[in-house]
């Protein structure tokens, strides 16, 4: 059955990418996973840090961390990567003000890679600055990207906008190729011992894939680009309820690291089987066909089924 798929104007034998992480510093790990069945790969996140702060020792430079690359190494990967495998990858950069760093979009595209991921990581804690002028920050940073690159440039959103179709649609006509659904971000936890606050990060679980299903679903339905969806994704099941819902990329890596890059081998064929099952010549036959405007009940991405879930709900007795 046909799985292949477009995305970021670039040809996939299938949906499924590795998704960005600290296995893109392992050339034999990466030549694994597209034995197994990756299409693409998304190399794990320069940092604007990185590339300001790097050589001045500065508390904010990450090089010392067992996983991170230098940015002159970064770029050496990707050569490295590309070298090594058949399949496109994908640089990334995370970052989220105009400065120097931007720069790096252009090397990342003499290194060889096929396109560029911008992770826009963004906490915001200062009261004065409306979430207008913060979209605006943004669209002006894509805007500065891709004058220094000619590859085509996806963006890694958060979903923690007022409004995000009209937010997507500002990014797209800005010239972005595609969305990312969505940016995880790295909840702190507070450790009652020391009294401190301190990282956290855990794989992700299925329980996030609805939020990014309902998402994929409205955008897909508004917008001509290509969208991916990471986080969530564990099953051939997960996956297609992503293609369904208008995604042209699955990015895997929670599920990878938990079981082996055999799961991409073995969720193409689930993929292949459901095509068969349902009788439909490809995923792009089926992809988007349960977005908001195709849906037979769209109100279930809607408000409406606020009230509609509440109300289905069993009653909770509440014992003694």
């Known amino acids: 059955m046909d799985l292949s798929t477009r995305y970021l104007g670039l ?13 893109v510093g392992d050339v034999d790990a990466i030549r694994h996973a597209v034995d197994a069945g990756a299409s693409a790969i998304v ?8 590339i300001s702060h790097g050589d001045s020792g500065s508390h904010y430079s990450l090089d010392r961390h067992q996983f991170a690359f230098r940015p002159d190494e970064y770029l050496e990967q990707i050569r490295r990567l590309k070298a090594a495998v058949h399949v496109p990858v994908i640089g990334s ?25 911008l992770n826009v990581y963004r906490v915001s804690t200062d009261a004065d600055l409306t979430s207008e002028s913060i979209e605006d920050e943004t669209v002006a940073l894509v805007e500065a990207m891709l004058r220094r690159t000619t590859l085509p440039v996806s963006v890694k959103l958060s979903p923690f906008y007022t ?38 990060l855990d794989l992700s679980g299925k329980s996030e894939l609805p939020l990014r299903l ?16 990471t986080g969530g994704v564990h099953s051939s099941e997960d996956a297609l309820k992503a293609i369904l819902a208008g995604a042209h990329g699955v990015q895997l890596l929670s599920e990878v ?30 992809r988007g066909s349960l977005n908001l405007s195709r849906a037979t009940d769209p109100s279930g991405y ?13 009653p909770v007795r509440a014992e003694g």
């Open 163 to 200: 409004s995000l179709p009209h937010f997507s649609q500002r990014l797209v006509n800005a010239g972005a190729r595609g969305l990312v659904l969505f940016n995880r971000f790295l909840q702190p936890d507070i450790d009652l011992n020391t009294l401190a606050v301190e990282p956290r």
């Open 257 to 286: 690291i938990q079981h082996g890059f055999v799961r991409f081998r073995q969720i193409r064929a689930e993929l292949s089987t459901w095509l068969d099952v349902h009788q439909a010549p490809s995923l792009d036959h089926v």
């Open 93 to 117: 950069l995370n970052g989220c003000t105009r400065s120097g760093w931007l720069d790096y979009a252009a090397l990342v595209d003499q290194a060889g890679a096929d396109a560029l991921e």
């Open 302 to 314: 809607e408000r409406a089924n606020y009230l509609r879930v509440l109300h289905s709900y069993p």
């Open 11 to 23: 040809d996939l034998d299938s949906p499924l990418m590795l998704g960005a992480s600290p296995l």
């Open 43 to 50: 190399m794990r996140s320069l940092f604007e840090e990185q």
């Open 214 to 229: 309902r998402w994929l679903a409205i955008l897909s339905a508004r917008l001509e680009t290509s969208f991916a969806v």
